[in-house]
T-cell receptor, first 112, second 115 residues
Framework: EAGVTQFPSHSVIEKGQTVTLRCDPI?????LYWYRRVMGKEIKFLLH????????ESGMPNNRFLAERTGGTYSTLKVQPAELEDSGVYFC??????????FGSGTRLTVV | KQEVTQIPAALSVPEGENLVLNCSFT??????LQWFRQDPGKGLTSLLL?????REQTSGRLNASLDKSSGRSTLYIAASQPGDSATYLC??????????????FGGGTRVLVKP
């Protein structure tokens, strides 16, 4: 079984640019989560999809962040425009039943 | 609001010594608690999951205990090896369905096992 795949693994962009992160969950996993870790802080929840619907987006920091999950398969997280404080590692996780998580390797985003 | 704390933030031990990692949480209304391992540049690997009704879980050299009433969990790693060097994270899932399945993480303990 393939794991959760995230790409790119690293992204360096300038402040004000747009970046799109992608997550491919394990096939058949209805639940998909985005988390991020900024420097020196804990990993924080961003949002939760059940299939294509946003179940909980309470962790999204502001309206510069837009997440989509077309057709309930892969998900994208777009940051537009990126700010310096958006730098960090963005993790995606998927789950079949909602409690056993498989995490991807993360995307390290650096905004300069 | 749930808060998860891990102490110490970093730990260095000689090979062969037992590791004791601590995790505390402020709200005892949890569904389960998980311990993860993260290697540099890698994702999170789930090590042990303890349901709120359980007191401990074991897997090989790893043993995790849970005392929900006092808001504490401890991860024991017996006879540490250099390959155990990593960051260890604990995370809790809230009990209330309305709170969703989102994990609340601690800051992690960075472990170095010296040969």
């Amino acid at each position: 079984e393939a794991g959760v795949t995230q790409f790119p693994s690293h992204s360096v962009i300038e402040k004000g640019q747009t970046v799109t992160l992608r997550c491919d969950p394990i096939s058949g996993h209805d639940n998909l989560y985005w988390y991020r870790r900024v420097m020196g802080k804990e990993i924080k929840f961003l949002l939760h999809f059940v299939k294509e619907s946003k179940q909980d987006e309470s962790g999204m920091p502001n309206n510069r962040f837009l997440a989509e999950r077309t057709g309930g398969t892969y998900s994208t997280l777009k940051v537009q425009p990126a700010e310096l404080e958006d730098s960090g590692v963005y993790f995606c996780a998927s789950s079949l039943l909602g409690y056993g998580y498989t995490f991807g390797s993360g995307t390290r985003l650096t905004v300069v | 609001k749930q808060e998860v704390t891990q102490i110490p933030a970093a730990l260095s031990v000689p090979e062969g010594e037992n590791l004791v990692l601590n995790c505390s949480f402020t709200d005892s209304a949890i569904y389960n608690l998980q311990w993860f391992r993260q290697d540099p540049g890698k994702g999170l690997t789930s090590l042990l999951l303890i349901q709120s009704s359980q007191r401990e879980q074991t897997s090989g050299r790893l043993n995790a205990s849970l005392d929900k009433s006092s808001g504490r969990s401890t991860l024991y790693i017996a006879a540490s090896q250099p390959g155990d060097s990593a960051t260890y994270l604990c995370a809790v899932t809230p009990l209330m369905k309305a709170a969703g399945n989102k994990l609340t993480f601690g800051g992690g303990t960075r472990v170095l096992v010296k040969p």
